[in-house]
């Protein structure tokens, strides 16, 4: 059975990737257990993947990838494992880390074969950091990333978890799923409002204001650098940067299919109102 969920997002599958330290298992184990079941009664597929080495968890992400484009696997990865700010993801079998770079990398190559439909849910402390890897000039790793900023307690897992996955399986609504059970400890990070973001503050900086008469200065500066301009010249020079850094669709037209992979929902328009008001998405 396929859901769709809010955002127009498509989920067949839960992929549970753990990677547990000794001790761990019987407060784990229980989770697990219960998430597992609460999909077979929902009709949402469950596959849990133990990985010891960094090397099973590549695999593991690239086997996705390969069945998200050949068998239409549209998963929502779940993140069982520790984690750090500067380390990356840790593979307790072997007592070392997999860094946000090459994690960024491979969801983001699961996220493409799955057409864009990638959310991931990490239980690892801090990984929320590997949106420091997110730039809207690559594809991002997911549509929607729900991952704790800081450190996080075993018994926020153990009392929220499984609330969150039988509302989310239960409404179709992972944002809902989220502000109810997950919000108080985890931060929502939504591809399409990072892009609206990123624009925004891109837009007011150097496209419009005080910050587009610099960069106009900066460019005929550049000019001037390579040939000398006469007053006249400069001034045409002036206008035809101006018209070259204002702002249109085209922004979004040229960055979109490589950062979102889809037609955003939100308009020009939209952008240049927050701009306007110098508010952000």
Same mark, same amino acid.
């Given at each position: 059975?396929?859901?769709?969920?809010?955002?127009?997002?498509?989920?067949?599958?839960?992929?549970?990737?753990?990677?547990?330290?000794?001790?761990?298992?019987?407060?784990?184990?229980?989770?697990?257990?219960?998430?597992?079941? %609460?999909?077979?009664?929902?009709?949402?597929?469950?596959?849990?993947?133990?990985?010891?080495?960094?090397?099973?968890?590549?695999?593991?992400?690239?086997? #996705?990838?390969?069945?998200?484009?050949?068998?239409?696997?549209?998963?929502?990865?779940?993140?069982?494992?520790?984690?750090?700010?500067?380390?990356?993801?840790?593979?307790?079998?072997?007592?070392?880390?997999?860094?946000?770079? %090459?994690?960024?990398?491979?969801?983001?190559?699961?996220?493409?074969?799955?057409?864009?439909? #990638?959310?991931?849910?990490?239980?690892?402390?801090?990984?929320?950091?590997?949106?420091?890897? !997110?730039?809207?000039?690559?594809?991002?790793?997911?549509?929607?990333?729900?991952?704790?900023?800081?450190?996080?307690?075993?018994?926020?897992?153990?009392?929220?978890?499984?609330?969150?996955?039988?509302?989310?399986?239960?409404?179709?609504?992972?944002?809902?799923?989220?502000?109810?059970?997950?919000?108080?400890?985890?931060?929502?990070?939504?591809?399409?409002?990072?892009?609206?973001?990123?624009?925004?503050?891109?837009?007011?900086?150097?496209?419009?204001?005080?910050?587009?008469?610099?960069?106009?200065?900066?460019?005929?500066?550049?000019?001037?650098?390579?040939?000398?301009?006469?007053?006249?010249?400069?001034?045409?020079?002036?206008?035809?940067?101006?018209?070259?850094?204002?702002?249109?669709?085209?922004?979004?037209?040229?960055?979109?299919?490589?950062?979102?992979?889809?037609?955003?929902?939100?308009?020009?328009?939209?952008?240049?109102?927050? !701009?306007?008001?110098?508010?952000?998405?």
């Amino acid at each position: 059975m396929t859901q769709t969920f809010d955002l127009n997002i498509d989920i067949n599958s839960v992929q549970w990737i753990r990677s547990l330290r000794a001790g761990e298992e019987s407060w784990n184990y229980k989770i697990v257990d219960d998430v597992k079941s %609460e999909c077979k009664r929902q009709g949402m597929a469950f596959s849990l993947h133990d990985v010891q080495t960094i090397a099973e968890f590549e695999r593991v992400l690239r086997a #996705l990838a390969s069945e998200a484009a050949d068998k239409g696997v549209r998963p929502l990865i779940h993140i069982d494992m520790h984690g750090g700010k500067d380390a990356g993801l840790e593979i307790a079998g072997e007592s070392k880390c997999i860094a946000w770079p %090459e994690v960024a990398d491979l969801l983001s190559a699961v996220n493409i074969a799955a057409d864009r439909n #990638l959310c991931v849910v990490s239980a690892a402390c801090e990984g929320l950091h590997v949106i420091s890897e !997110v730039s809207i000039n690559k594809p991002c790793p997911f549509v929607i990333l729900i991952a704790p900023e800081k450190s996080i307690l075993i018994s926020f897992l153990e009392d929220n978890t499984l609330k969150f996955y039988q509302v989310l399986l239960q409404t179709d609504d992972i944002v809902a799923a989220y502000e109810a059970h997950l919000s108080s400890e985890l931060t929502l990070f939504n591809a399409e409002k990072q892009f609206a973001r990123a624009l925004t503050l891109y837009i007011h900086d150097h496209c419009v204001g005080p910050g587009a008469d610099a960069r106009i200065d900066g460019l005929i500066e550049d000019m001037k650098k390579a040939t000398a301009l006469s007053p006249n010249e400069e001034a045409a020079a002036r206008v035809a940067a101006r018209a070259g850094i204002e702002p249109s669709q085209k922004l979004i037209d040229d960055r979109a299919p490589t950062f979102l992979g889809r037609v955003p929902r939100f308009a020009f328009d939209d952008i240049m109102k927050a !701009v306007g008001t110098g508010s952000t998405p």
